[in-house]
């Protein structure tokens, strides 16, 4: 059974630089794409970028290049998305998946921008 566990999320001033864990189970990650989505209020859940197996290449969506890093640890059945720069328009519940968002979704972790 996949379980997709994020975390890291806070209330953070605009600037900050939060870095949000996914820690994945059940499945062997080295295999896998994974991607991070989010969802803002009112809003569909969005892609914000993917990372290839070995962590070699990411594509990142244009609203957050050069702001959002995403990286991964296979080792540590983990990947990360480290933010910078954040804006309130950031604001959103953040979900990690696999490349296409075929696994069953976790609860997400609620980053917040607010001065």
């Known amino acids: 059974q996949v379980q997709l566990v994020e975390s890291g999320g806070d209330l953070v001033q605009p600037g900050g630089f939060p870095r949000l864990s996914c820690l994945v189970a059940?499945?062997?990650?080295?295999?896998?794409?994974m991607s991070w989505y989010r969802q803002a209020p009112g809003k569909e859940r969005e892609l914000v970028g993917f990372i290839t197996k070995a962590g070699d290449n990411t594509i990142i969506i244009d609203s957050v290049k050069g702001r959002f890093t995403i990286s991964r640890d296979n080792a540590k059945n983990t990947v990360y998305l480290q933010m910078k720069s954040l804006k309130s328009d950031d604001t959103a519940v953040y979900y990690c998946?696999?490349?296409?968002?075929?696994?069953?979704w976790g609860q997400g972790t609620q980053v917040t921008v607010s001065p």
């Open positions: 998946n696999t490349r296409w968002g075929a696994r069953p």
């Open positions: 059940g499945i062997t990650l080295s295999s896998h794409d």
